[in-house]
């Protein structure tokens, strides 16, 4: 009696069966490419890692010097790089400075040349900064350098990027 | 600026401020200093680089010239010096030389640029930070040769 309540004939054997594993099959097919589609959108915090720096007690007035590295993936080739910035406080304020020139890209020093006391320094093409990092008209950088994002936690100063300041 | 497509199109919009071609002399060997070759080209490859992100903007880091360890080097000056004309014919007026091979700097006077000779340290078993720290020391060495030489 049961057995008659409970019967699947053959076609709705088949097409149970067919659905079920065909299912299974598409999902295989599909969930990865959804994945892979959605994938930017699950990285997207990568992008704005801050790396520790430096320490709030060892800043002063003067800009000084403080390297840091991080892994960058560059297309299919993973290296170390390793950015420098010039930081200095102003008050409570803390201001991390690139030292890539905003001409073409050479690194820049502070109070390099004796010329040029409390300045940045380009020894390339002689482009000057200002303190602030405001590029002095006459000399080849047109836009200030760039100012990294800062942000103080625990007495340690974190940088993200590297933004324009204009 | 390095030897990329992305810097050699900068490199043609700007070529009046990128006046200085950076050089390196790669001696080969597939013998007895098989080993020496490798330490000379890895401690030049990472000088260069270094020089190559400090001076981004007036000096272009070129594919090294490579020879043969075991021919005499004068037998490589010919080739050199098409390659240096070339180069200025390209619109560079400073060549920098740089090697670690020794035999360089006995022809030197023959060479129609500027021959920097540094002795290789090997890096072999070096922690990552030892080897950046020789590098920086050994551009701050470097750092004065070359705005010397643009002050001529």
Request: hydrophobic residues 40%; aromatic residues 12%.
């Amino acid at each position: 009696m049961s057995e008659k309540k409970h019967n699947v004939s053959r076609r709705q054997f088949l097409t149970y069966t067919l659905t079920g594993v065909g299912g299974f099959m598409a999902a295989g097919v599909i969930l990865p490419m959804a994945r892979f589609a959605v994938d930017p959108v699950l990285k997207a915090g990568a992008e704005s890692d801050m790396y520790a720096v430096a320490e709030v007690a060892d800043l002063t007035e003067e800009p000084q010097r403080f390297d840091f590295s991080y892994e960058q993936v560059d297309a299919w080739y993973q290296s170390e790089v390793t950015e420098t910035a010039w930081i200095y406080r102003e008050g409570d304020n803390i201001v991390a400075l690139s030292p890539t020139c905003t001409h073409l890209g050479c690194t820049v020093n502070w109070d390099a040349n004796e010329d040029y006391p409390d300045q940045f320094f380009c020894p390339c093409h002689f482009g000057r900064f200002e303190k602030d990092g405001t590029n002095i008209a006459g000399t080849p950088p047109t836009e200030p350098l760039h100012k990294y994002v800062t942000e103080v936690r625990d007495g340690t100063v974190y940088l993200g990027t590297a933004e324009p300041q204009i | 600026m390095k030897w990329t497509a992305d810097d050699m199109t900068v490199f043609l919009r700007e070529k009046q401020y990128i006046d200085t071609l950076l050089l390196p002399l790669q001696p080969v060997s597939f013998t007895n200093e098989m080993k020496q070759s490798a330490s000379m080209q890895e401690f030049v490859e990472a000088l260069t680089r270094e020089m190559e992100k400090q001076f981004k903007g007036r000096v272009m880091l070129s594919p090294a010239f490579p020879y043969l360890k075991q021919e005499p080097v004068e037998e490589q000056l010919p080739k050199i010096q098409k390659w240096i004309q070339e180069a200025k014919e390209g619109g560079f007026s400073h060549i920098i030389l740089i090697t670690s091979d020794a035999g360089w700097k006995q022809v030197e006077k023959s060479i129609d640029g500027m021959l920097v000779w540094m002795p290789f340290v090997p890096f072999e078993n070096l922690e990552n930070s030892y080897k950046k720290q020789i590098i920086s020391e050994q551009m701050k060495q470097l750092l004065p040769l070359l705005t010397m030489k643009w002050n001529e």
